[in-house]
């Protein structure tokens, strides 16, 4: 009997985490339009659950020569997703708040770099969610 009580305990404990996963599955998938035909996707989710004044960080290295496109979503309508790519000195390189709150942002980069994708949520709009970002370079 404790047997089954442990595993009941456990099951429910998990079905948040899977409600969780399967949302930021969704968001994927809807985030995926941004990379359009133009763009070869670099194969990487970077997804992160936030809750309130989260931020999530991603440190991505961007290689000279390339024009990127990063898309960031949450939710399931666009604008949802606050991001902004900083430099190793924290100097803000782009912010998605200077533009709309566009989900995506295409670029060129003349040097190699280590950036850190900051992501957070629009609090006007969500308060939790799942926040994904998808990059790609162009053909």
């Given amino acids: 009997m404790k ?3 442990t595993l ?3 099951f429910v404990s998990l079905m948040p985490l899977t409600n969780a996963i399967a949302q930021c599955d969704t968001i994927v998938n809807l985030c995926e ?3 359009t035909d133009q763009y ?3 194969a990487q989710t970077y997804r ?3 809750n309130g004044d989260d931020v999530a960080e991603f ?3 961007l290689y000279s020569g390339n024009t990127y496109r990063m898309a960031a979503c949450s939710g399931t309508s666009d604008s949802q997703l606050i991001f902004r790519i900083v430099d190793a000195e924290k100097n803000i390189l782009y912010t998605n708040s200077d ?3 566009s989900p995506y942002w295409d670029f060129f980069v003349e040097n190699t770099m280590q950036v850190t994708v900051e992501a957070m ?3 006007n709009k969500s308060d939790s969610g799942c926040a994904v970002v998808l990059i790609g370079f162009k053909k």
Avoid: E, Q, R
Wanted: aromatic share 4%; glycine share 4%; charged share 15%.
């Fill in 48 to 50: 992160a659950l936030l």
């Fill in 99 to 101: 533009f709309g709150i």
């Fill in 8 to 10: 009941l305990l456990l």
């Fill in 33 to 35: 339009k941004h990379i």
């Fill in 3 to 5: 047997t089954i009580s």
């Fill in 59 to 61: 440190t991505i290295t």
């Fill in 40 to 42: 070869i996707s670099d």
């Fill in 121 to 123: 949520l629009d609090k």
